[in-house]
């Protein structure tokens, strides 16, 4: 595995926020972080590359213990891309060479500028190299923080809300380019999300939060209308169009 948790918690003064985390991350995959809003979902990713320091439990990459490792030696191995980046006046090119900063010392080498032009490349957006920050959309903004992210040289993908505030032709491309990079480049990723649908459509493993506990795991065979009803506290059923499963909230006034 590229990434186990063994019973996490994390505490923030005498309130317990998560309660024995266990779970693993696998290589060409996409594990999806489900919940209601303030159960810890971004806590938890938080905890994964030691942004916050777990009370108790372990965080291992490849059998090493995070909490054991230097940030810049966690940074080669874990890409963190946060809900909301900081839009400095920079470029695109010159946000995305922050990605190298892991593995040079003051100054980019010629290897880490080659790195970035090659990562531009393959994600197209040789258009947007030049472009400052603060002149992006929402969607091209986040293309770039995934750029940055491969331009990393990462085991781990760490995102939260990849695509919060986006309309849903962004929601699609983004979440399709994340699937796609993890794919390809035999990466793990852990992401955290609101949308059931798209969750289920570009997803791999699924884990639900509850009361800060992990209530239920499961592929996308194994996600039933008992997990999301129990963890989100209404009633639906899980149709299936074209192959892909749609979760259709049971209208009280329809029964």
Do not use: W
């Amino acid at each position: 595995m590229a990434l186990d948790v063994d019973r996490l918690c994390f505490a923030r003064g005498s309130q317990e926020i998560l309660d024995e985390i266990s779970f693993a991350a696998k290589p060409g995959e996409i594990t999806v972080i489900l919940g209601p809003n303030g159960v810890g979902k971004t806590t938890l990713l938080k905890c994964l590359n030691r942004i916050l320091a777990p009370s108790r439990g372990e965080v291992r990459i490849k059998g090493r213990d995070t909490g054991r490792m230097a940030p810049r030696q966690i940074a080669r191995h874990i890409a963190y891309v946060a809900q909301q980046s900081e839009t400095a006046h920079i470029t695109a090119f010159d946000a995305i060479l922050l990605g190298r900063k892991p593995h040079m010392g003051m100054l980019p080498r010629p290897e880490d500028l080659e790195k970035v032009d090659a990562v531009i490349t393959h994600l197209g957006l040789e258009d947007l190299s030049l472009k400052p920050l603060t002149r992006m959309s929402g969607g091209e903004l986040q293309k770039v923080c995934i750029a940055r992210a491969l331009a990393q040289e990462t085991d781990i993908l760490l995102m939260d809300e990849p695509t919060a505030s986006l309309d849903l032709k962004n929601e699609m491309r983004i979440l399709s380019l994340i699937r796609h990079i993890v794919e390809d480049h035999h990466m793990a990723a852990v992401i955290t999300m609101h949308d059931l649908n798209a969750a289920l459509r570009y997803g791999h493993r699924f884990l639900f939060l509850k009361d800060g506990r992990l209530h239920a795991t499961g592929a996308i065979n194994e996600v039933t209308p008992a997990m999301i009803s129990e963890v989100y506290g209404m009633n639906v059923e899980i149709l299936h169009h074209n192959g892909l499963p749609l979760v259709v909230p049971v209208d009280s006034r329809a029964a």
